[in-house]
């Protein structure tokens, strides 16, 4: 794979096989309680620009595990292209760790660090992509339904960078990924143009969520309003009504597999019914963050 991890395009079939074979060696090892130390005496520096839950513990408690060390840095204390420069930040972090997670407000930020640090970077989320996420994800999706290839995959929300991740996944592995949202809220031209041909075939936008979901075997969903768009919450709350998932919805899906990558605001985008129901498969994919980023770190830092 590339030495360092931006976006899940970087990734062909058999580097995204690979990753999730190794994810499942590991997770397997884990439960049997055998030591990992192939990154022992290794330091990934983790800069926080977003706070978040699942992607600081599961960082930080994988490189625990593979017998190195995570260090958390506040995206305030660096100041990343307002105290100081990406490009110097990312030479000075080069001289002191073996590899950088980010999790940043722009995808420029990443990508100046993977340009000048001389380590292995990875990207935590930023506003286009979520990576590690859907590397999560696709190895949930692989343990429950036992494929990644012809799946309905129907993610209801907006064109944000979990979407545009997953839709870019399920093109590598051969899944069809609709996208349920009301008019405003799909994929932007330049998104469309990346997709190329699989645009309008193989990854689609449908306005009306109860057609949409019909034949999933994924119903995946998001936050209404992610971190910085708080001032347009009145309105998407408004602009969203209908697209929640809930048992109205689910009852036209029948048998899917409910994900959300969290947090989750409940009885917004998802009712109680929709997390807590027998085919949730939700703290299942909290849960592979853990293992799925084990495996990155163990192909980039190894």
């Not at 143009?193 to 449908?206: P, R």
């Not at 998802?270 to 853990?290: H, K, M, W, Y």
Request: glycine content about 10%; overall charge neutral; aromatic content about 6%.
């Amino acid at each position: 794979m590339a030495t360092s991890l931006l976006t899940i395009r970087q990734l062909d079939v058999a580097g995204l096989t690979d990753l999730l074979d190794h994810a499942t060696y590991l997770k397997e090892r884990r439960a049997r309680g055998i030591p990992e130390t192939r990154l022992a005496g290794k330091t990934l520096a983790m800069v926080f620009e977003k706070p978040s839950l699942r992607t600081r513990l599961s960082f930080e408690v994988a490189m625990s595990e593979l017998g190195g060390q995570g260090l958390y840095i506040r995206g305030e204390e660096v100041g990343l292209g307002v105290r100081e420069e990406v490009r110097d930040v990312a030479r000075v972090l080069g001289r002191y760790v073996q590899g950088i997670m980010a999790r940043v407000f722009k995808h420029s930020t990443v990508a100046g660090l993977a340009e000048h640090a001389g380590v292995p970077v990875i990207n935590g989320l930023c506003d286009q992509h979520h990576p590690c996420q859907i590397l999560a994800d696709l190895l949930t999706i692989r343990e429950h339904l036992g494929t990644l290839k012809d799946l309905n995959v129907v993610f209801v929300g907006d064109g944000n960078n979990v979407a545009r991740s997953l839709a870019q996944a399920c093109i590598i592995t051969g899944s069809r990924f609709v996208l349920a949202r009301p008019a405003g809220y799909g994929f932007s031209a330049a998104d469309q143009a990346d997709f190329g041909a699989a645009w309008g075939s193989q990854v689609v936008e449908i306005d009306d969520p109860q057609r949409a979901v019909a034949g999933a075997h994924v119903l995946y969903t998001d936050v209404w309003t992610s971190m910085g768009q708080e001032s347009e919450k009145a309105a998407r709350l408004r602009d969203f009504q209908g697209y929640q998932i809930n048992e109205s919805l689910l009852a036209k899906a029948p048998g899917a597999k409910v994900m959300h990558c969290l947090p989750a605001h409940r009885n917004e985008e998802i009712t109680d019914f929709g997390v807590e129901n027998p085919n949730s498969i939700i703290f299942d994919q909290a849960e592979n963050r853990l293992h799925a980023q084990k495996a990155v770190l163990s192909r980039l830092m190894g």
